[in-house]
């Protein structure tokens, strides 16, 4: 028999309640009282899943992925995958997108990572945007119109979702743009190697198809004053972005062939880079700075540049490369260097390994400290030192150590630090820190109609300027309307609603204001039900995690490129998934904090006093029910509750 190697840790494959030293017992408000009965019955208590209280775009992931494997139906005529893509765009109108770039901070929170590995949701949301481009679905235009007018400054992520959200209300939207076409960083950012142009042209077109006007080439402050905006339209939405790039804070950085990353990608999104210098620099050490470090690794660079086809000029919009054309091109030595250690950078993990195995150079823990120019004040090389760095109250520290400065030769030094909002023109919405200030539901502190959102609030993630969006659509309705904007609950996402499950199955439903404590016969919902959704997230302890096997991750097929592979390359890297694996995938959900009609609880229960709720009478989420004139509160039904959808109580 082999041994297992040194540096490969096995994995537990069996769930034990109880550890090796454990010695204290539960807290005595869980404990069984009396021998084998308790004064708690089963209480049926839904709550957030860590991956949606993890998603900044609030979508309601546990739905879409119990569509995808079966245990919610779709309604007749309509075939699951449509009905799982609706269910997503509720939140997030830009699948396919978002499956391709976001760096998924749900698969983090995902309790699954307690059994071997998290489940793959945004594999399975490329898979359902994949298959709504394949099948064209349309989003459903609203009925009636509000007849009121909402101008949207941006057409990137936030702009767009507010947008879309404001049209399916029926509210009529103009979207301004100084660009010729829409998408924001999503176009002029991020490279069409990982997000396809005509992937993105298809979602923005789906979102425009709505009723959706816009207002290409037109800046907001200079083309049009926003006060002409705020006169024309009954509600105002910023979404202005951040696409100034930062420049690095060191003496030379002034350098005509130092840029910023954005600087840099622009010009490659508009089609006017096609080589950089032999030797690149890029410092960051986020998702922008390998994007900045992969293209330089495709574009390569060429022997014989004449003065006007230097990158640098190319940059700044002074020439195209048409040389490039009649030249050999040869790979470029790009080098990419971050104040953090390669396992603390903020990069997507995939993307980081990606750019390793196409021989770009990454080197931590370096910060920068200066540009070292020649006669002509051309970089010749970045100098760095090695350095330590964290974040202390929110802040980032960078502490270099004396002794340890290097120069890394370069033809281009690109910044990826940062970005910052251009308010030329909007000067009197700065609030003194590069951004706009807003309360809870994005309303511009003190104007009352102007509503913010993305970058401009806080440069994060595109998911996260999805979210604003969302958020903020809401807002605007109820501006719209009069009515007064409610304190936003403390998880913002979108969550199951029972109620409309019910609805839709022609069953009898009341008005549910509080907790259904101490009832079995109750027609609102289910006896002792309680929706926590919007106040508590379900941890991996309050479920059994002994009723799942280990079952490893269906996994994309990503190409992964060598050093002479990705010269050139333009061609997308990530493959969806095949249609049973999304099925096989969305399996492995384990439906946190609510009932995946397991049956445990049936099977389980010594009294036989959980039982199915009557197929004429079930839907998702009224699985199961109790009779309480035979249970003896003995918690073995909430003991075997694998999604911790059963909690104890009654009578406390």
């Known amino acids: 028999m082999s041994a297992i190697p040194e540096n490969v840790q096995a994995k537990p494959v069996t769930f034990r309640r109880f550890k090796d030293g454990d010695h204290k017992p539960l807290a005595w408000q869980q404990e ?50 449509e009905y799982a893509w609706r269910r997503l765009t509720e939140a997030n109108p830009l699948p396919s997108v978002m499956g391709r770039v976001c760096p998924a901070p749900c698969e983090s929170g995902c309790n699954r990572n307690e059994v071997e590995d998290f489940v793959g949701i945004n594999s399975v949301e490329h898979f359902l945007g994949e298959w709504a481009i394949e099948h064209k679905l349309a989003f459903t235009a609203p009925t009636v119109r509000t007849g009121k007018a909402v101008a949207v400054i941006g057409g990137g992520p936030a702009g767009l979702s507010v947008a879309y959200q404001l049209a399916r209300k029926g509210h009529s939207v103009t979207i301004f743009d100084e660009r010729e076409q829409l998408g924001g960083m999503m176009r002029y950012g991020i490279p069409g190697f990982r997000t396809p142009r005509e992937v993105l042209d298809a979602e923005i077109q789906r979102i425009l198809d709505l009723g959706v006007q816009t207002r290409m080439n037109c800046r907001i402050g200079t083309d049009v004053t926003l006060e002409q905006l705020k006169a024309d339209y009954d509600a105002v939405f910023l979404g202005l972005g951040a696409q100034a790039g ?29 080589h950089v210098g032999k030797r690149v620099v890029v410092v960051g050490g986020g998702d922008t ?6 293209v330089a690794r495709r574009l390569g660079h060429i022997e014989h540049v004449h003065e006007s086809d230097r990158p640098e000029r190319v940059i700044a919009g002074h020439a195209a490369h048409d040389v490039a054309a009649l030249s050999a091109r040869q790979g470029a030595e790009v080098t990419l260097t971050s104040v953090f250690t390669i396992d603390k950078m903020q990069a997507n993990k995939h993307e980081i390994e990606q750019a390793l195995a196409e021989g770009i150079a990454i080197r931590g823990g370096l910060s920068p400290i200066a540009v070292v120019r020649d006669a002509t004040g051309r970089a010749t090389a970045l100098r760095v030192a090695q350095c330590e760095a964290k974040f202390v109250g929110g802040r980032l520290e960078i502490k270099a150590v004396p002794g340890t400065e290097e120069d890394i030769a370069a033809d281009l030094i690109v910044s990826a630090i940062g970005q910052a909002v251009d308010f030329t023109g909007l000067e009197s919405l700065n609030n003194g820190k590069g951004g706009i200030t807003a309360d809870k539901n994005y309303q511009v502190h003190g104007q009352p109609g102007m509503f913010v959102g993305g970058d401009v609030v806080r440069p994060h993630l595109l998911t996260t300027a999805i979210g604003h969006g969302a958020i903020a659509a809401d807002g605007i309705d109820r501006h719209l309307r009069g009515e007064a904007l409610d304190k936003r ?65 269906n996994r994309r097929k990503v190409l992964t490129l ?20 999304a099925q096989a995938e969305a399996k492995r959900c384990m439906s946190c904090g609510q009932c995946f009609e397991c049956d445990n609880c049936v099977v389980y229960c010594p009294q036989t006093a959980v039982f199915k709720v009557p197929k004429a009478k079930s839907t998702t989420g009224r699985y199961v029910d109790t009779d309480y004139s035979k249970c003896i509160g003995c918690h073995i039904c909430k003991d075997v509750c694998p999604t911790g959808y059963i909690q104890m109580g009654l009578g406390e």
Not at 289 to 294: C, F, L, P, R
């Open 489 to 553: 609950p403390k998880i913002d996402v979108h969550s199951f609603d029972l109620m409309r499950k019910m609805v839709e199955k022609g069953l009898p439903t009341d008005t549910i204001t509080a907790p259904l404590r101490g009832t079995d016969k109750s027609v609102g919902a289910i006896h002792n039900y309680e929706n926590r959704s919007d106040r508590y997230v379900i941890p991996s302890t309050e479920l059994f995690l002994g009723h799942f096997q280990y079952t490893p991750r």
């Open 562 to 581: 060598s050093k002479e592979e990705a010269l050139d390359n333009f061609e997308e890297r990530m493959l969806p998934l095949l249609e049973a694996q």
């Open 32 to 81: 069984i009282f009396d021998a084998d009965h308790s004064h708690k019955c089963p209480t049926y208590v839904q709550s957030t899943p860590p991956c949606q209280g993890s998603c900044p775009s609030g979508e309601d992931i546990r739905g879409y992925l119990n569509i995808v494997r079966g245990i919610e139906k779709p309604p007749a005529g309509m075939p699951w995958q």
């Open 246 to 274: 930062r420049a690095l804070p060191v003496d030379g950085a002034d350098a005509p062939n130092c840029v910023t990353a954005t600087a840099f990608l622009k010009a490659f999104n508009d089609g006017r880079m096609r």
């Open 289 to 294: 700075s390998i994007d900045v470090a992969t």
